[in-house]
T-cell receptor, first 117, second 116 residues
Framework: DAGVIQSPRHEVTEMGQEVTLRCKPISGHDYLFWYRQTMMRGLELLIYFNNNVPIDDSGMPEDRFSAKMPNASFSTLKIQPSEPRDSAVYFC???????????????FGPGTRLTVL | KQEVTQIPAALSVPEGENLVLNCSFTDSAIYNLQWFRQDPGKGLTSLLLIQSSQREQTSGRLNASLDKSSGRSTLYIAASQPGDSATYLCAVRSWAGGTSYGKLTFGQGTILTVHP
């Protein structure tokens, strides 16, 4: 398996522009997570999906952020309009939840480094 | 709200030395704890996962311990090598009840440098 795939790897945009980050989870994984990493705040969970359904979006900073998962193999994180303070590395991760013992681990993609000028 | 703290923030050691990284968390109602490694410009790689009912896990030169009651975990690296240089992150999975999926809360990480 190629692992979690994210695109683009780097994105530079100007304030006010729309930004779309993409993620392809590992095949067969039924959980998908979006994280943001900054020097100030570390790694924070933004939202996660189970079977394509958003379960917890309490980490989404504000209405400018939205995430979708139209099918099991694709998710997007959109920022509209973007602001300089959105500059960060955005990670996507996926996992499966084996039962009865929940011994899952999350597999992370390489991240998208976003710079908003 | 769960808070995870890692000490030290940075560590520099000579090759061959044994070392310990520390992680503490404020809410002991956790499901499991994981240690991750992050190389510059890369994503996270899971190193070890300890369930809340376990005391330790070992993988090669790595040993992670968990004391849930005191809210502490340590990652022990034996005979360190320059290739171990990376940022090490501790993350706790909160207990969400039943088979629900609790969220991971990460520490800020420890930047480890092993020099030849």
């Amino acid at each position: 398996d190629a692992g979690v795939i994210q695109s683009p790897r780097h994105e530079v945009t100007e304030m006010g522009q729309e930004v779309t980050l993409r993620c392809k989870p590992i095949s067969g994984h039924d959980y998908l997570f979006w994280y943001r990493q900054t020097m100030m705040r570390g790694l924070e969970l933004l939202i996660y999906f189970n079977n394509n359904v958003p379960i917890d979006d309490s980490g989404m900073p504000e209405d400018r952020f939205s995430a979708k998962m139209p099918n099991a193999s694709f998710s997007t994180l959109k920022i509209q309009p973007s602001e300089p303070r959105d500059s960060a590395v955005y990670f996507c991760a996926s996992s499966s939840l084996p039962r009865p013992v929940l011994t899952d681990t999350q597999y992370f993609g390489p991240g998208t480094r976003l710079t908003v000028l | 709200k769960q808070e995870v703290t890692q000490i030290p923030a940075a560590l520099s050691v000579p090759e061959g030395e044994n070392l310990v990284l520390n992680c503490s968390f404020t809410d002991s109602a956790i499901y499991n704890l994981q240690w991750f490694r992050q190389d510059p410009g890369k994503g996270l790689t899971s190193l070890l996962l300890i369930q809340s009912s376990q005391r330790e896990q070992t993988s090669g030169r790595l040993n992670a311990s968990l004391d849930k009651s005191s809210g502490r975990s340590t990652l022990y690296i034996a005979a360190s090598q320059p290739g171990d240089s990376a940022t090490y992150l501790c993350a706790v999975r909160s207990w969400a009840g039943g088979t629900s999926y609790g969220k991971l809360t990460f520490g800020q990480g420890t930047i480890l440098t092993v020099h030849p």
